[in-house]
């Protein structure tokens, strides 16, 4: 509890006399208040990974979004009433807390293998939490000294993985990487077209950005928002593996060079979200450099296979790319937002954006502008997005990277051998990575078409998501909808395996039975 002065300073002056609302003010930035606080959420937070690793609690408890939202609004209303006070503020705490983590998508759950979002390592968390707690914000080097060097060490480091030599190359970490994408294909397209920062982009040169065919939407969103137009991104078809076709890719670029129009970038993808396929990086950059177009790799997903021994060779020639994204909040397993864009050439640092903004960067000290990261980044003022991931690296080294993605690589493979043995579930491709499609197909569903099968899988995800027991994805493939799971949980075992197909049987039957 709090001393009996600390208690005062909270109840007192209701009357809000300016003096009592400092005394309350003053006491929620002490010590002493935060260190009961922090002994609440560190309690709740350890028996909550203790409910998860023991698989006590369901991945998720399904709740229709108009009713979380007016549960969300109860809270609020009752502090508008009622605000805390000195007996109580614990007690209250206690509660908001326990309902965010019951409340919450588990990620850490054995049984989620959803999106591409993995289950974050806790001790990542702490020292993220150092950054939200003292508000380290970044912009200009002296508001962020040390995040600011973190990021920009963090940035030496994996560019050198990726193979640039040093000193070559730059980067920037941005939040996510939707962020990272529009910044590097912002570079690209004021790289190809001179003057268009400050003119605008040119309505009769008709610029085109090239994508592979299952390029993440926030690739082909780009366009829109650099005033390309996404009528004017060109989609590069794929092979029977999922991967660009690279002989479609050439013959494109012959057409577009015939008809005069500047190609922003070819936007290749390591892996592309469908089905985590890496497109062959090396054949692509061969034709860009024949053709003399920016390459672009989104590796949000896939970087981290550069850790890897067994599954680096997925990357080769990402070395060659001029721009590179790969986001640390995938699979090097820390907290989001942390993704990073590389540039292979230093001189492109700040060719994204080219603003003054003179009260804040200092001009009697002109070389510290490399370090201000407020010029070449969207965000202004953005977080210490690099202090888990530095944190666990220097804790532990960059073999622990090496070791979850293989274990996830790995996960994949033994599911996949487990949907090929089982005769009502089909798997629609041989894994590369950690991402694995497919259909439960039981006996009933014999004679069905090919749309009504698509139609069952959507809502049968549907129904296991609301179940709650665990968690995957859906995904349309060829046009036909189907199952998706992504192993980013180094918890999950062939029994939780074994557990997710159960209850897809199990939802499933049910759903057979109420549409027969």
Same mark, same amino acid.
């Given at each position: 509890?709090?001393?009996?002065?600390?208690?005062?300073?909270?109840? /007192?002056?209701?009357?809000?006399?300016?003096?009592?609302?400092?005394?309350?003010?003053?006491?929620?930035?002490?010590?002493?208040?935060?260190?009961?606080?922090?002994?609440?959420?560190?309690?709740?937070?350890?028996?909550?990974?203790?409910?998860?690793?023991?698989?006590?609690?369901?991945?998720?408890?399904?709740?229709?979004?108009?009713?979380?939202?007016?549960?969300?609004?109860?809270?609020?209303?009752?502090?508008?009433?009622?605000?805390?006070?000195?007996?109580?503020?614990?007690?209250?705490?206690?509660?908001?807390?326990?309902?965010?983590?019951?409340?919450?998508?588990?990620?850490?759950?054995?049984?989620?293998?959803?999106?591409?979002?993995?289950?974050?390592?806790?001790?990542?968390?702490?020292?993220?939490?150092?950054?939200?707690?003292?508000?380290?914000?970044?912009?200009?080097?002296?508001?962020?000294?040390?995040?600011?060097?973190?990021?920009?060490?963090?940035?030496?480091?994996?560019?050198?993985?990726?193979?640039?030599?040093?000193?070559?190359?730059?980067?920037?970490?941005?939040?996510?990487?939707?962020?990272?994408?529009?910044?590097?294909?912002?570079?690209?397209?004021?790289?190809?077209?001179?003057?268009?920062?400050?003119?605008?982009?040119?309505?009769?040169?008709?610029?085109?950005?090239?994508?592979?065919?299952?390029?993440?939407?926030?690739?082909?969103?780009?366009?829109?928002?650099?005033?390309?137009?996404?009528?004017?991104?060109?989609?590069?078809?794929?092979?029977?593996?999922?991967?660009?076709?690279?002989?479609?890719?050439?013959?494109?670029?012959?057409?577009?060079?015939?008809?005069?129009?500047?190609?922003?970038?070819?936007?290749?993808?390591?892996?592309?979200?469908?089905?985590?396929?890496?497109?062959?990086?090396?054949?692509?950059?061969?034709?860009?450099?024949?053709?003399?177009?920016?390459?672009?790799?989104? /590796?949000?997903?896939?970087?981290?296979?550069?850790?890897?021994?067994?599954? +680096?060779?997925?990357?080769?020639?990402?070395?060659?790319?001029?721009?590179?994204?790969?986001?640390?909040?995938?699979?090097?397993?820390?907290?989001?937002?942390?993704?990073?864009?590389?540039?292979?050439?230093?001189?492109?640092?700040?060719?994204?954006?080219?603003?003054?903004?003179?009260?804040?960067?200092?001009?009697?000290?002109?070389?510290?502008?490399?370090?201000?990261?407020?010029?070449?980044?969207?965000?202004?003022?953005?977080?210490?997005?690099?202090?888990? %991931?530095?944190?666990?690296?220097?804790?532990?080294?960059?073999?622990?990277?090496?070791?979850?993605?293989?274990?996830?690589? /790995?996960?994949?493979?033994?599911?996949?051998?487990?949907?090929?043995?089982?005769?009502?579930?089909?798997?629609?491709?041989?894994?590369?990575?950690?991402?694995?499609?497919?259909?439960?197909?039981?006996?009933?569903? +014999?004679?069905?078409?090919?749309?009504?099968?698509?139609?069952?899988?959507?809502?049968?995800?549907?129904?296991?998501?609301?179940?709650?027991?665990?968690?995957?994805?859906?995904?349309?493939?060829?046009? +036909?909808?189907?199952?998706?799971?992504?192993?980013?949980?180094?918890?999950?075992?062939?029994?939780?395996?074994?557990?997710? %197909?159960?209850?897809?049987?199990?939802?499933?039957?049910?759903?057979?039975?109420?549409?027969?």
């Amino acid at each position: 509890m709090l001393s009996a002065d600390h208690s005062n300073q909270f109840n /007192a002056g209701r009357d809000s006399a300016p003096l009592a609302a400092r005394q309350r003010l003053q006491m929620l930035y002490e010590a002493p208040m935060f260190r009961q606080a922090a002994s609440v959420w560190s309690e709740m937070l350890i028996r909550h990974l203790e409910k998860l690793s023991s698989r006590e609690v369901p991945v998720q408890k399904w709740c229709e979004p108009a009713s979380a939202v007016d549960e969300a609004m109860k809270f609020i209303r009752s502090a508008e009433v009622a605000p805390a006070s000195a007996e109580n503020w614990e007690d209250r705490l206690h509660g908001l807390l326990e309902t965010m983590l019951d409340r919450g998508q588990n990620l850490l759950h054995p049984r989620y293998v959803g999106h591409q979002v993995p289950a974050s390592m806790p001790l990542a968390g702490l020292f993220d939490a150092i950054g939200s707690i003292t508000n380290q914000v970044m912009a200009i080097y002296e508001m962020g000294p040390w995040a600011t060097a973190v990021e920009r060490a963090m940035i030496a480091r994996l560019g050198q993985q990726i193979g640039y030599s040093p000193g070559t190359f730059t980067g920037i970490i941005t939040h996510g990487g939707s962020l990272a994408n529009l910044t590097a294909l912002l570079t690209a397209r004021n790289v190809a077209l001179q003057d268009c920062w400050q003119q605008g982009v040119p309505t009769d040169v008709r610029a085109v950005l090239l994508v592979q065919e299952d390029a993440h939407y926030c690739v082909v969103r780009s366009a829109g928002i650099l005033g390309l137009g996404t009528d004017q991104v060109i989609k590069i078809p794929v092979d029977g593996q999922r991967k660009m076709d690279v002989s479609q890719l050439d013959q494109v670029l012959s057409e577009l060079a015939t008809q005069s129009r500047p190609v922003i970038a070819v936007a290749a993808a390591a892996c592309a979200t469908p089905i985590g396929a890496f497109d062959r990086l090396n054949e692509v950059a061969d034709v860009c450099e024949q053709h003399r177009v920016w390459m672009h790799v989104d /590796a949000a997903h896939g970087g981290s296979a550069l850790w890897s021994d067994q599954h +680096r060779h997925l990357l080769a020639g990402m070395e060659r790319a001029d721009s590179v994204v790969w986001d640390a909040h995938k699979m090097m397993f820390v907290p989001a937002l942390c993704a990073f864009a590389f540039y292979k050439d230093k001189r492109h640092q700040f060719a994204a954006f080219q603003q003054d903004a003179p009260y804040l960067f200092d001009p009697t000290d002109p070389g510290i502008a490399e370090y201000d990261s407020g010029t070449q980044t969207v965000e202004c003022t953005k977080r210490a997005a690099a202090f888990g %991931l530095w944190g666990m690296w220097s804790l532990f080294g960059p073999q622990l990277f090496a070791d979850l993605v293989d274990n996830a690589f /790995a996960q994949a493979a033994t599911f996949h051998a487990k949907l090929s043995a089982a005769p009502d579930f089909q798997p629609l491709h041989e894994p590369e990575c950690n991402i694995q499609v497919f259909r439960y197909l039981p006996d009933a569903t +014999r004679g069905w078409s090919n749309q009504q099968l698509g139609e069952f899988q959507l809502q049968l995800r549907r129904a296991v998501v609301v179940a709650g027991n665990a968690y995957i994805v859906p995904i349309k493939l060829n046009g +036909r909808g189907a199952l998706r799971t992504t192993f980013m949980n180094p918890t999950t075992t062939a029994d939780d395996m074994d557990a997710v %197909l159960d209850e897809i049987r199990r939802v499933g039957q049910q759903l057979l039975v109420q549409t027969s």
